[in-house]
T-cell receptor, first 113, second 118 residues
């Protein structure tokens, strides 16, 4: 059974550009969450989707957005990139709406130059 | 708002010895779950152990066990017979229970970097 798959794994973008990160949850999982991990701020929750509906949103500016498709795959988009957006972006999936087992992908490393 | 605190930025243990990582949390909710995740250099978060707040019995998973003190809002992780492969960053995490709305949102502590000495 495939795990949570995130693409791309590594990318470099220039300030002002936008980026789209993709996450394919484990087959059958309908819950997808996104986190940003940086040395300074640690792990911060971005947003959470369940059956294509955003249930929760973290304290991030509107430049950060996401969506979930009918096949549960999710994308997050960051527009007008800033240097401070450089981070590891982690996606997690769970079978249940409030799951006891939440699986993470290997993350997408974003560097903004 | 819920918070999770890990007061030990770094810990070190000798191979085959036992180590305890500390975690405290703050919440006004009675229904919640607590987790320990391991993040090795590959950066993939791996679930180590979980504890349901309504359960009094401490969770155990092979060499990993927790000491859950609900009244003190403490949730420490004990690793017995430490192995070189246990070296990683360990994160304590909190998830609200189903009452008030289902969610998989995790609130993480700042992590404890565990080194295992051969």
């Amino acid at each position: 059974k495939a795990g949570v798959t995130q693409t791309p794994r590594y990318l470099i973008k220039t300030r002002g550009q936008q980026v789209t990160l993709s996450c394919s949850p484990i087959s059958g999982h309908r819950s997808v969450s996104w986190y940003q991990q940086t040395p300074g701020q640690g792990l911060q929750f971005l947003f959470e989707y369940f059956s294509e509906t955003q249930r929760n949103k973290g304290n991030f500016p509107g430049r950060f957005s996401g969506r979930q498709f009918s096949n549960s795959r999710s994308e997050m988009n960051v527009s007008t990139l800033e240097l401070g957006d450089s981070a590891l972006y982690l996606c997690a999936s769970s079978l249940e709406a409030a799951g006891n087992t939440i699986y993470f992908g290997e993350g997408s490393w974003l560097t903004v130059v | 708002a819920q918070t999770v605190t890990q007061s030990q930025p770094e810990m070190s243990v000798q191979e085959a010895e036992t180590v305890t990582l500390s975690c405290t949390y703050d919440t006004s909710e009675s229904d919640y779950y607590l987790f320990w995740y391991k993040q090795p250099p590959s950066r993939q978060m791996i679930l180590v152990i979980r504890q349901e707040a309504y359960k009094q019995q401490n969770a155990t998973e092979n060499r990993f066990s927790v000491n859950f003190q609900k009244a003190a809002k403490s949730f420490s992780l004990k690793i017995s017979d430490s192995q070189l492969g246990d070296a990683a960053m360990y994160f304590c995490a909190y998830r609200r229970g189903g009452y008030g709305g289902a969610t998989n949102k995790l609130i993480f502590g700042t992590g404890t970097l565990l080194a295992v000495q051969p």
